[in-house]
């Protein structure tokens, strides 16, 4: 009982006997996540990796609190999530940018939101447009610009509010794969410069392993967190994905999810 | 039983409309010749019904619509297809159609009551010339996009040019066909009526301006809602049609 | 569903037109053989006067009725009444799809209402509006808003329901609450929609007040035809048609090029200057 509440304090996000049930328009209920508890301390950079359909992004989007806790509970600084809030920043995978938006404008709509004053504004704005390495686009609309430059666009548009937890569900997954290895190694200096709490929802193993501290591995629907392995490595090496301490720690974590992506793959086929 | 109980949940809101009305013409709340009750309505719909007038009309109504719309659908689908497998033709009826889509069709009321007078021919006419372009258009769009490896895989395999426009152009473009036939079909009732109420001799259009002119409100509302229905009715019986058409897709 | 289509071949159409003024011409030039046809075929005596009167005869009565300040008054009026009455379409149904889709009550009450109402030739009604609002401008202008409001209320409903829900999630956790999401993304983003929904209603409100103007009189381009047409007056007839299809040409492009304008953030947009 001492060793919860000592855990409850250390640990910015809390995710207590979390069940989620998803409920197609039509068709049956499904249980999507089963029975999850987590725990994440602050500035920690956690990736929840599994096949897909396993509940990782249900996941994500219940800390968001972009779907209701109905049984089980978030605890996000010992407070229980109730709704959406700038205290946690979202990266989705398509961006969800507004397209009507320029890229300034974009940058600027939480920060109009926060009622910060004008000058403030354009002057943070800019400072994360230049952040994600997007000047000269500030006036662009998201139709004019590569995925790469649209997922910057969003990134800075999260990082500008300045979030103490970063939720970002496959941010990298809609990019081609030079595009993604670039964007990969920006969010790591980014979060160096920057640390904050950073929730990262991938099915990519050597992103998760690349990326993350600690990766929580997922089992196939329902939900479940199967393993959680500690992944850290010195980032600044150049030839990490060389090193064997490394390929070990993405074979190990690959065979734990290579039952799970074979019984997703069941799952979908059915 | 339950899906009876949800539809009427749904539709509930109508009978709602129409108790409203009910209550509102007994209570006199407003003037009898503004709005009957909806019972004398119904009661009038039935003393209509089993007069011979009333049934003489309907068929020269719905003998003009789908007469006017066969010849739109059949005319329209041709030109359509015509002007997306071959570039004189587009070249030609290009500047034509782009002018005489937005027209509103309504102003060839008087032409066609000019040419043809106020009889069968008028009405057939003018849906003949209202409707035709959704379709065309639709049919248009619908070939345009046929695949073009459907149409090498056809050419390789020796179609003719005839037998391709049969096998491959047309299937192809049927969906969309369709959609445009969806929107002429509305449009057909709507010209229908209109002419009927302001150049014609017979019709249901010409017996609710008959009706109206004559203080034989009861009547006249039953006229309306009976063209009002027939027009949902037939959207209905279309859309039905059409999922059944499409069911390979 | 069809509208856009054809907007799309229209676009089409246009996209051609950029090229040169030679390519303009030869463009246009099957119209132009076809008007040539129009007056050839009435001076050789094929049709009679009364069918067809030449063109020439056609243009000359437009002429007249422009000196003499008919035709103002005349196209003046019937727009005014279409366009009120459009307006009136396009606030109240941009509102009213608004409220169906952000209040389950106000749902349930309005979707019999427009599923059954939608396909229903509402043109039939035009004798009750009559006994109810009389024969003048407010019920052709009630008639013609009744009749355009349709599409409005459709296009805005599935419009503000396909907005992607992580763009609303966004907007939701960059701190934007009920009021702000529906200004600030719900509508720009479901404005494709919308104005495919105001160009559809658009023509239903230049055909349908032309309807009213020749079952009620009172001016207006409908009215003038009707009374030419009653009079065997065919040049009147035909000069109305002209400058009928020249108004609805010029609204139908007119809002193309407001869509054009709002949209400029769409791909369709930047496809358009790109090709």
């Given at each position: 009982m001492q060793a919860q509440i000592n855990s409850q304090v250390s640990s910015q996000i809390v995710v207590e006997n979390l069940n989620h049930m998803y409920r197609p328009a039509r068709g049956q209920p499904v249980l999507a996540v089963d029975n999850v508890s987590l725990e994440v301390r602050p500035r920690e950079f956690l990736a929840l990796l599994g096949p897909s359909g396993c509940g990782k992004s249900t996941l994500l989007y219940l800390m968001g609190g972009f779907l209701p806790v109905e049984k089980g509970r978030i605890l996000i600084g010992g407070k229980p999530v109730t709704g959406p809030g700038p205290d946690r920043g979202v990266v989705f995978q398509h961006f969800a940018l507004f397209p009507w938006k320029t890229v300034r404008a974009n940058v600027l709509y939480g920060l109009e939101r926060a009622g910060l004053p004008k000058n403030e504004r354009l002057k943070r704005a800019q400072a994360y447009i230049d952040m994600v390495g997007l000047q000269g686009f500030e006036d662009s609309y998201p139709s004019q610009l590569s995925g790469g430059m649209r997922q910057r666009t969003a990134i800075a548009r999260t990082l500008a509010i300045d979030p103490d937890i970063l939720l970002m569900d496959e941010p990298f997954g809609a990019l081609d794969a030079q595009t993604r290895s670039l964007m990969q190694s920006e969010l790591l200096a980014i979060w160096r410069r920057s640390p904050k709490t950073v929730i990262f929802v991938t099915h990519d193993v050597q992103e998760a392993c690349y990326l993350a501290e600690r990766v929580a591995v997922m089992s196939a629907r329902p939900g479940r967190i199967k393993a959680i392995v500690e992944t850290k490595f010195d980032r600044s090496d150049p030839h990490l994905f060389k090193q064997p301490a490394f390929i070990d720690k993405v074979d190990e974590i690959w065979a734990l999810v290579r039952n799970e992506a074979m019984l997703a793959q069941r799952l979908e086929a059915h | 039983m339950a899906r009876w109980t949800a539809s009427l949940f749904r539709y509930s809101p109508l009978l709602i409309l129409a108790a409203l009305w009910e209550a509102v013409a007994q209570l006199g709340l407003v003037a009898r010749s503004a709005l009957p009750p909806l019972s004398d309505v119904i009661k009038a719909w039935f003393?209509?019904?089993?007069?011979?007038?009333?049934?003489?009309?309907?068929?020269?109504?719905?003998?003009?619509?789908?007469?006017?719309?066969?010849?739109?659908?059949?005319?329209?689908?041709?030109?359509?297809?015509?002007?997306?497998?071959?570039?004189?033709?587009?070249?030609?009826?290009?500047?034509?159609?782009?002018?005489?889509?937005?027209?509103?069709?309504?102003?060839?009321?008087?032409?066609?009551?000019?040419?043809?007078?106020?009889?069968?021919?008028?009405?057939?006419?003018?849906?003949?010339?209202?409707?035709?372009?959704?379709?065309?258009?639709?049919?248009?769009?619908?070939?345009?996009?046929s695949e073009q490896t459907l149409m090498w895989s056809a050419r390789s395999l020796g179609a003719s040019r005839w037998r391709m426009l049969m096998d491959v152009v047309f299937p192809s473009a049927v969906p969309e066909i369709l959609n445009g036939v969806r929107t002429a079909l509305a449009t057909s009732f709507v010209l229908l009526v209109s002419s009927e109420m302001i150049a014609a001799r017979s019709g249901l259009g010409f017996m609710i301006g008959f009706l109206g002119d004559g203080g034989n409100f009861d009547a006249m509302f039953a006229v309306v809602f009976t063209v009002a229905f027939m027009g949902f009715i037939a959207d209905r019986l279309y859309q039905y049609a059409m999922q059944r058409t499409l069911q390979w897709r | 569903m069809a509208m856009s289509e054809t907007l799309s071949y229209l676009r089409r159409g246009r996209g051609v037109r950029r090229h040169s003024w030679r390519y303009t011409v030869m463009a246009w030039l099957p119209l132009i053989v076809l008007l040539i046809a129009w007056e050839l075929t009435t001076r050789s005596g094929l049709v009679t006067p009364f069918?067809?009167?030449?063109?020439?005869?056609?243009?000359?009565?437009?002429?007249?009725?422009?000196?003499?300040?008919?035709?103002?008054?005349?196209?003046?009026?019937?727009?005014?009444?279409?366009?009120?009455?459009?307006?009136?379409?396009?606030?109240?149904?941009?509102?009213?799809?608004?409220?169906?889709?952000?209040?389950?009550?106000?749902?349930?009450?309005?979707?019999?209402?427009?599923?059954?109402?939608?396909?229903?030739?509402?043109?039939?009604?035009?004798?009750?509006?009559?006994l109810w609002l009389g024969l003048f401008d407010v019920s052709k202008i009630t008639m013609i808003a009744f009749n355009a409001i349709f599409p409005v209320v459709t296009a805005t409903i599935a419009g503000i329901e396909g907005v992607e829900k992580q763009i609303i999630w966004s907007a939701q956790n960059l701190g934007a609450g009920r009021k702000r999401l529906m200004w600030d993304v719900l509508l720009p983003a479901a404005l494709p929609q919308i104005l495919t929904g105001l160009q559809v209603a658009l023509p239903i409100a230049l055909i349908v007040g032309i309807l009213t103007e020749m079952a009620m009189g009172g001016y207006g381009v409908g009215a003038t035809m009707q009374t030419a047409s009653r009079m065997a007056d065919s040049p009147g007839v035909f000069a109305g048609i002209i400058e009928i299809a020249i108004v609805g040409y010029v609204l139908v492009q007119a809002m193309a090029f407001i869509r054009r304008r709002l949209l400029m953030w769409h791909p369709e947009a930047l496809d358009a200057t790109a090709a």
């Open positions: - | 003393a209509l019904a089993v007069t011979s007038d009333f049934w003489f009309n309907a068929v020269d109504s719905l003998y003009r619509t789908f007469a006017g719309l066969a010849l739109a659908v059949v005319v329209g689908a041709a030109i359509g297809i015509a002007m997306a497998s071959s570039k004189p033709v587009r070249a030609v009826l290009n500047p034509i159609v782009e002018v005489f889509y937005p027209l509103p069709k309504s102003a060839l009321i008087p032409v066609t009551a000019l040419w043809l007078g106020f009889g069968d021919m008028s009405k057939i006419l003018l849906i003949f010339l209202g409707c035709m372009l959704p379709v065309t258009l639709g049919a248009y769009n619908g070939a345009r996009g | 069918m067809l009167p030449p063109l020439s005869a056609v243009f000359g009565r437009i002429m007249e009725d422009a000196a003499s300040g008919d035709l103002l008054t005349t196209i003046g009026t019937t727009l005014w009444r279409a366009l009120m009455g459009f307006g009136i379409s396009a606030v109240a149904g941009i509102a009213l799809g608004i409220l169906i889709s952000q209040y389950k009550a106000v749902r349930w009450f309005f979707d019999p209402i427009i599923s059954v109402g939608f396909p229903m030739p509402k043109i039939a009604f035009l004798p009750i509006m009559i």
